[in-house]
């Protein structure tokens, strides 16, 4: 029996530094869904994708948080197998195996239950919050809560081709703005970066702009194609948004 909670302990522990784990990489700029599916890869082992390992080996902060992820999973799947391993080898006699079977998977079950009940999860994400924000030097910034990632509003990456409606026009002769949308950078397509772009900044084919607004606004002017059709639907845009919203 000693052996089962064991088990059960190690696995809840596993838990809160993964989940520890994700709200810390929320803090370097990661989406929510980015930063639990970093977690979890990181402390499993299971390896990434090559934009995700950029994205990690490219940020210092980011890094250390899954090299540690890295080690305790390490550590973590050992005892987890060493755990399994002495329940069923030690007091065979005493408790038959259908019935650690039960305790196991029935505490399995109630730890993945318990983590579903949003009460908890809540107060879970929030002593994790303070701890960080207690013992860590993170910026304590969810950017996706900051952006208000919710309701429509989202931040995409549009790639500029040649009959783009966008492509060879300064910011200023767009009128983004005028549609509710920012552009908030500009990767060239020599590898430069531009943040903040000026009204002055040109967009060039083979740029990637990084632009936030609504997310059914941002697909519009992804196909947007360049000529009259394009200042149409342009126009229609600036029209139909409300003044606020520019």
């Known amino acids: 029996m000693l052996a089962i909670v064991s088990l059960l302990v190690i696995v809840t522990l596993s838990l809160l530094v993964t989940r520890a784990a994700s709200i810390a ?14 977690a979890r890869s990181a402390f499993s082992g299971v390896g990434y994708t090559t934009s995700e390992a950029e994205n990690v080996v490219n940020h210092p902060v980011r890094r250390r948080i899954v090299m540690a992820l ?7 799947v050992v005892t987890v197998a060493s755990a399994l391993i002495l329940t069923f080898v030690s007091d065979s006699g005493s408790i038959a195996l259908w019935l650690r079977l039960l305790f196991i998977f029935g505490g399995l079950g109630a730890l993945y239950g318990l983590t579903r009940i949003p009460w908890v999860d809540r107060k879970a994400h929030q002593l994790i919050e303070a701890s960080l924000r207690k013992w860590t030097t993170l910026q304590a910034r969810d950017f996706e809560q900051l952006l208000c990632l919710t309701d429509d509003y989202g931040v995409s990456e549009l790639a500029i081709g040649p009959t783009d409606w966008l492509a060879d026009k300064t910011l200023g002769e767009t009128n983004l703005d005028r549609e509710g949308v920012r552009v908030l950078g500009i990767h060239r397509g020599d590898g430069t970066y531009i943040g903040v772009p000026l009204a002055q900044t040109r967009i060039e084919p083979k740029d990637r702009i990084i632009v936030y607004g609504r997310s059914s606004q941002l697909g519009e002017i992804d196909c947007r194609c360049a000529g ?10 600036c029209a139909a948004t409300p003044q606020g919203a520019q």
């Open 25 to 38: 990489l929320t803090y370097t700029g990661l989406s929510h869904e980015a930063a639990q599916f970093q």
């Open 228 to 237: 009259d059709e394009g200042d149409l639907l342009h126009q229609q845009a």
């Open 70 to 76: 890295m080690l305790l999973g390490n550590a973590g």
